[in-house]
């Protein structure tokens, strides 16, 4: 990945983190933290920042990726809004 997609990298390294969290707690949370694995691999696979995904489409634009629904695109959102802070 270039340089541009340090954001990508930094939100899907977060998605991983939140998964191991979870399957700490157990099989109650499994699927959930399946979710935070598929979406940040979908994340690192972009060919552009999600950024800029966002910028251009926002939410909607996000759900677009593969493995991002509507929880996971706002989580996405936060995250941006923090980096611009």
Do not use: C
Not at 48 to 65: F, H, N, P, R, T
Request: charged share 35%; no cysteine; hydrophobic share 35%.
């Amino acid at each position: 990945m270039t340089p541009g997609f340090e954001i990508n990298r930094r939100i899907a390294g977060n998605f991983y983190e939140k998964s191991r969290l979870l399957q700490k707690k157990g099989d109650k949370y499994k699927y959930r933290a399946l979710s935070y694995i598929k979406a940040a691999r979908a994340i690192e696979q972009l060919d552009k920042g999600v950024d800029k995904i966002y910028k251009k489409s926002w939410l909607a634009g996000l759900q677009k990726i593969n493995g991002i629904g509507n929880r996971l695109a706002h989580e996405i959102e936060n995250e941006l809004k923090k980096e611009r802070n």
